[in-house]
C-alpha cells in the first residue's frame, strides 16, 4: 500500500499553570480548565478526522515540568483494543476515543502531582516548545521514503510572560523558524510579547480572544486549516509587533540606542564605560567654536 | 568693437565674406571680419567655437577658407587679393590650425564628460530631464555641483584615472608593409599611429624630425629620406654623413652599448650565462678557441650580428618607449628610464630594485602567519542581564503564598474528576457571537481593512513619484547645504533655491497632485513631500527675519 505523500502534525501546548488557573475558576466558573481541555480535544479531534495522515500531539506545560498528554508513553496501539475503559458507546472512530480517553487520563495525573512551590510560579513555556520541537524532529526521523512532514506548534496561553525564559524563547523561536514549522498563539487573558514576535517571526496566526467560553469556535474557525489553506481564507490580519528593544539599564523601550560593539548591551545613554564588559569606548565630542571677539569702536 | 586688450595676430586684408568687401583679423581667442569702411565686426566667432576649417582646393579659381562650428553653421571667407590670396589664406590657416587645438580641448572636454555623466548614470539624467528640461534651474546650476570635482583635477591624473595608456606594437615596423607600384617602386603606407610609435620608441628621429621640417624638408620628403636611408634598412653600414640619420645611427649605437654596459638590475637573473656555447667543429677538441674579434668576422658573421643586435635594440627601444609614461621629459628621475640606454642617472636606484627582487624571490604571501586583528577580550560582568535580554520590565501580579496555596487545592479539586464532555463545549449564542466577530467588518478583522498601497496604486503613478521624490530630494539637498549662510554668493545661493523649491511644487507637484486626485482614491500620496517643502519655507523664513533684525 502506498503511504500517503504529506503528513500534517499539530502539536497543541497548552498551558495549565495551576495557580492561574485557580484563580480563574474562582473569578469565572463558567469557564475553568476543564472547559479549556474540552475546546483543546475538539480541535485535536477535528484535526485527526480531516485526514488520516494527520497528527496529533498535546503538552501541558506546567509551573513543574511539561508533560506530554498525547501521545502518551503508556499508549501502545493496538492492545487496549478489547479494554472496556477505553471504548466508549457511541460509535466514535476509534483513535478519537482512545485519544481523548489518554489525554484526560494524563491530565488528572499532572494535576494530582501538582506540588506547591512559592519560587517558581511562571509556567515553562520555552520547555514546552522546545520539547515540541525535539517531537517533531523526531517524527520527521521516523518518516517513510517519500513522505513529507508539515507541522505546526499552537500554544494556548493563560498566564503572563515570564521575562527570565526571554533567551530560551528566542531560540526556540529561531529553531521554529529554521524548520519552517509555524508557532500559532491563541492567548486568553494578557498579550504576550513574546509570542506575537514568534508568531511573526516563524509566519503564525496570534490572536488574543475576546470571550473565552467561545474558545473552541475560535479554535476551530482560525487554527485548525493549516498554512496552505489559511491563503485561501480571510482571516484576522496580523497584528502589529512592536520590536522595540528595552535598554539594559532602565528596562524602558528605546528606539534609538547606543550598542556595545563588544557584548552587544543596549544603553539608552552613552557611557565611557560599558557595564556589562567593562570596555572603555571614547566619542568624539563635537568642536567648540570659539567666539569671535568683535573689536570695540574707540570713541575719539 | 574689439576689446582694446586684445593681441591681433593677424590682419588680412580684401577678403570677402557674403560677397562683401573687408579685412580678415585674427586675435588671440577668435576670429573676426568687419565689412570695408566699417569699423565694426559683422562676424566674430571664438576658437572654441569652431570645430574645423576647410579650404578650397588647389586647383579652384577662388581661394577660400571655411570654418565649420560646433553648431553646425559655417562661414565662407574668400581671399580675394590678386596678388597675395594664395599666400594669405595659407597664412590664416596655419595660424588656425596652431591655434585651433588649444582651444578645442577644453571646450570639447567637458562636453564629452557631460555626455558621459549622463549616459554612464541613468538616475543623473532623469534628474537632469526633470530638473533642466522642464526649465526648474538653470543647466549651470546642475552641473556646478557635479563637474567641479572634474576641472580641479589634475588632467593628468584624470586621464590615467579613467584610461589606460596604450602599448606599442613590437611590429609596427612590419605593418608598414611597402606594397609595389607596378614600376620600380615601392610604397609605404604611413598611419599616424605609426608615426606615433616611431617618434615613442626612437626619440632621435623624433628629434630629426622636429628639426628639419618643416623648415628644410617637407613631411613627405622627410619620410622618403627615412625609408631611403640605410638606417631603415637591414645593413646598416654607415655609409658617410650625407644621410642625416647616420647620427641616428651613431647615437643607436652607443645607446646599446650603455645598455649592455648597465646590464640587468635583478640580480636572479645571470644573461651571461646564456651565451652561446657550440661544439663547433672537432666537438669540442679545437685547441684554438674561436675568437669573437670583429677583425676576423666573415662578412656573413658579422651581418647576422649586425641583425641580431639591430632586432635587440628595437626591442629594448619599444619596452623603454612603453613604461615611459606620458612623455614627460622632466621624468629623468624615475626607475623605469633606466631601461633605456639613454638615461643618466640609474645606478643610483640599483640597491632597492635588488632587495626588493630578492625578497620577491624568497617570501610567499600566503604562507605567511596570518596577521589577525587584535580583539577584545569579552569580559562579562553582569550576565544575568542576559537573561531577560531587551524586554521591558512589566508589573507582576503579586500573589501571595496563600493564594497560591488556594488556587492549588481549588484546581486539584477540580481535575480530580474531569471527565471530558465533548457535547456541552459550545454554546450556540457563543459560537455565533465568535463567527460575527471573526467575519470581516467584526472586531477582530478591523486592522486588515488598509490595504498595501502600492497595490492600489498603478505602476507609472508609482513611477512618477519616484522620480519627483529623486528631483525634490535634488532641489532640497541644495537648499540645505547652503546653511548656515556665512558668505553673500550663499545668500544668494538660499534665495535661489527657494525661489526654484516653490517654482518646482508650482509646476510639479501640484498637478501631479491634482492628476492623482482626479483619477484615483483619495491617498495621501504627496503628504510628505509638501511637508519637506514647508519645512525648507519656514526655515527660509525664520533665516530672512534674522538676517532683517541684523540689518536694523
Redesign the interface.
Known amino acids: 500500500m502506498a503511504a500517503e505523500d504529506e503528513i500534517s502534525l499539530l502539536v497543541i501546548v497548552v498551558d495549565v499553570n495551576?495557580?492561574?488557573?485557580?484563580?480563574q475558576?474562582?473569578r469565572e466558573p463558567e469557564f475553568?480548565?476543564?472547559?479549556c481541555?474540552?475546546?483543546v480535544?475538539?480541535l485535536g479531534?477535528s484535526h485527526t478526522a480531516m485526514t488520516r495522515t494527520n497528527k496529533l500531539a498535546v503538552i501541558a506545560s506546567h509551573c513543574q515540568d511539561s508533560h506530554f498528554l498525547y501521545p502518551s508513553k503508556n499508549w501502545r496501539g493496538g492492545d487496549n483494543v478489547g479494554d472496556d475503559a477505553c471504548s466508549s458507546g457511541d460509535g466514535k472512530y476509534e483513535l478519537l476515543s482512545v485519544a481523548?480517553n489518554l489525554?484526560?487520563e494524563e491530565?488528572?495525573n499532572v494535576?494530582?502531582k501538582?506540588e506547591?512551590r512559592?519560587n517558581s510560579?511562571d509556567t515553562l513555556l520555552a520547555g514546552s516548545l522546545a520539547k515540541a520541537l525535539c517531537y517533531i524532529n523526531r517524527v520527521s526521523k521516523e518518516l517513510e521514503v517519500g513522505q513529507d512532514l508539515k507541522s505546526r506548534i499552537l500554544v494556548i496561553k493563560a498566564a503572563?510572560?515570564c521575562?527570565?525564559q526571554?533567551?530560551n524563547f528566542?531560540n526556540v523561536i529561531f529553531a521554529a523558524q529554521k524548520q519552517n514549522i509555524l508557532i500559532d498563539a491563541c492567548v486568553l487573558d494578557s498579550d504576550s510579547?513574546?509570542l506575537q514576535q514568534a508568531c511573526d517571526i516563524t509566519g503564525g496566526l496570534y490572536?488574543k480572544i475576546?470571550?473565552k467560553?467561545?474558545l473552541?469556535?475560535?479554535l476551530l474557525?482560525?487554527f485548525l486549516p493549516d498554512s496552505e489553506q489559511r491563503s485561501q481564507l480571510?482571516?484576522?490580519?496580523p497584528?502589529?509587533v512592536d520590536y522595540r528593544?528595552?535598554?539594559?539599564c532602565h528596562?524602558?523601550?528605546i528606539e534609538i540606542g547606543y550598542v556595545c560593539s563588544?557584548?552587544l548591551?543596549?544603553f539608552c545613554n552613552f557611557s565611557p564605560i560599558c557595564?556589562?564588559?567593562?570596555?572603555a569606548f571614547k566619542i568624539q565630542l563635537p568642536q567648540m567654536v570659539k567666539p569671535k571677539k568683535k573689536k570695540l569702536k574707540q570713541a575719539t | 568693437m574689439a576689446a582694446l586688450s586684445e593681441e591681433v595676430l593677424l590682419v588680412l586684408k580684401k577678403v570677402r565674406q557674403r560677397k562683401q568687401d573687408g579685412t580678415l583679423y585674427l586675435m588671440a581667442e577668435r576670429i573676426a571680419w568687419s565689412p570695408e569702411g566699417k569699423d565694426r565686426f559683422t562676424v566674430s566667432h571664438l576658437y572654441a567655437d569652431i570645430r574645423c576649417q576647410k579650404i578650397s582646393p588647389d586647383g579652384k579659381a577662388k581661394i577660400q577658407l571655411q570654418l565649420v562650428l560646433h553648431t553646425g553653421e559655417s562661414t565662407t571667407f574668400h581671399f580675394s587679393n590678386e596678388s597675395t590670396a594664395l599666400k594669405d589664406r595659407d597664412a590664416a590657416k596655419e595660424l588656425l590650425q596652431q591655434l585651433l587645438p588649444k582651444f578645442k580641448k577644453k571646450a570639447n572636454k567637458e562636453l564629452e564628460e557631460k555626455n558621459r555623466m549622463l549616459q554612464e548614470d541613468p538616475v543623473l539624467f532623469q534628474l537632469y530631464k526633470d530638473l533642466v528640461v522642464s526649465q526648474v534651474i538653470s543647466a549651470d546650476e546642475f552641473w556646478a555641483n557635479r563637474l567641479g570635482d572634474i576641472s580641479n583635477a589634475d588632467p593628468a591624473l584624470y586621464n590615467n584615472n579613467n584610461k589606460q595608456e596604450v602599448g606599442i606594437s613590437g611590429a609596427f615596423l612590419a605593418d608598414i608593409r611597402p606594397q609595389t607600384d607596378g614600376c620600380n617602386g615601392l610604397r609605404y603606407n604611413l598611419t599616424a599611429d605609426i608615426i606615433e610609435s616611431i617618434f615613442r620608441t626612437y626619440p632621435a628621429v623624433k628629434q630629426k624630425y622636429s628639426e628639419n621640417v618643416p623648415h628644410n624638408l617637407t613631411e613627405k620628403e622627410f619620410w622618403t629620406h627615412f625609408f631611403q636611408s640605410h638606417y631603415f634598412h637591414r645593413d646598416r653600414i654607415n655609409t658617410g654623413t650625407q644621410d642625416i640619420f647616420s647620427e641616428c645611427a651613431k647615437q643607436d649605437e652607443k645607446g646599446l652599448k650603455s645598455m649592455v654596459v648597465q646590464g640587468v638590475k635583478n640580480p636572479l637573473v645571470d644573461l651571461l650565462s646564456l651565451e652561446d656555447k657550440t661544439l663547433d667543429e672537432g666537438y669540442g677538441v679545437r685547441t684554438a678557441p674561436p675568437s669573437t674579434s670583429n677583425a676576423n668576422r666573415t662578412v656573413k658573421e658579422s651581418s647576422n650580428a649586425a641583425i641580431i643586435k639591430r632586432f635587440n635594440h628595437h626591442s629594448a627601444m619599444v619596452l623603454a618607449a612603453g613604461s615611459r609614461k606620458g612623455e614627460t621629459p622632466t621624468d629623468q628621475a624615475s626607475e623605469t628610464s633606466s631601461t633605456d640606454g639613454n638615461s643618466k642617472d640609474s645606478d643610483f636606484f640599483q640597491p632597492p630594485v635588488k632587495k626588493v627582487k630578492l625578497q620577491e624571490a624568497i617570501e610567499y604571501e600566503d604562507l605567511q602567519r596570518e596577521n589577525r586583528i587584535k580583539t577584545?577580550a569579552?569580559?562579562?560582568?553582569?550576565?544575568d542581564?542576559?537573561?531577560?535580554?531587551?524586554?521591558?520590565?512589566?508589573s507582576?501580579?503579586y500573589?501571595t503564598?496563600q493564594?497560591?496555596?488556594?488556587?492549588?487545592?481549588?484546581?486539584?479539586h477540580?481535575?480530580?474528576n474531569?471527565?471530558?464532555?465533548?457535547t456541552?463545549?459550545?454554546?450556540s449564542t457563543?459560537?455565533s457571537?465568535?463567527?460575527a466577530?471573526?467575519s470581516?467588518g467584526g472586531?477582530?478583522?478591523q486592522?486588515?481593512a488598509q490595504q498595501a498601497i502600492n497595490q492600489m496604486i498603478p505602476t507609472e503613478v508609482q513611477g512618477e513619484l519616484k522620480h519627483l521624490y529623486a528631483a525634490a530630494g535634488e532641489l532640497l539637498r541644495h537648499f540645505w547645504s547652503c546653511f548656515p549662510v556665512n558668505t553673500p554668493f550663499l545668500e544668494e545661493k538660499v534665495i535661489k533655491m527657494k525661489s526654484n523649491l516653490e517654482r518646482f511644487q508650482m509646476t510639479k507637484l501640484c498637478p501631479f497632485k491634482e492628476k492623482i486626485q482626479r483619477q484615483y482614491l483619495s491617498t495621501n500620496l504627496t503628504g510628505h513631500l509638501e511637508e519637506m517643502f514647508q519645512t525648507a519655507y519656514s526655515k527660509f523664513h525664520i533665516w530672512q527675519t534674522r538676517r532683517m533684525m541684523r540689518k536694523t
Open positions: 495551576p495557580i492561574w488557573w485557580g484563580q475558576a474562582q475553568t480548565l476543564s472547559k481541555l474540552d475546546a480535544m475538539v479531534n481523548n489525554i484526560a491530565i488528572r494535576m494530582s501538582t506547591v512559592g510560579t503572563e510572560d521575562a527570565l526571554y533567551m528566542m510579547g513574546l490572536l475576546p470571550h467560553l467561545a473552541a469556535q475560535y474557525w482560525v480571510v482571516l484576522p490580519p497584528a502589529h528593544a528595552a535598554c539594559f528596562r524602558n523601550l563588544v557584548c548591551s543596549i557595564t556589562t564588559c567593562e570596555t | 577584545v569579552l569580559n562579562l560582568k553582569k550576565s542581564r542576559y537573561a531577560h535580554g531587551p524586554v521591558p520590565l512589566q507582576q501580579h500573589t503564598s493564594d497560591i496555596i488556594n488556587s492549588v487545592n481549588y484546581i486539584q477540580e481535575m480530580v474531569y471527565k471530558p464532555n465533548l456541552q463545549v459550545l454554546s457563543a459560537a457571537s465568535a463567527i466577530a471573526l470581516p472586531i477582530l478583522m486592522t486588515g
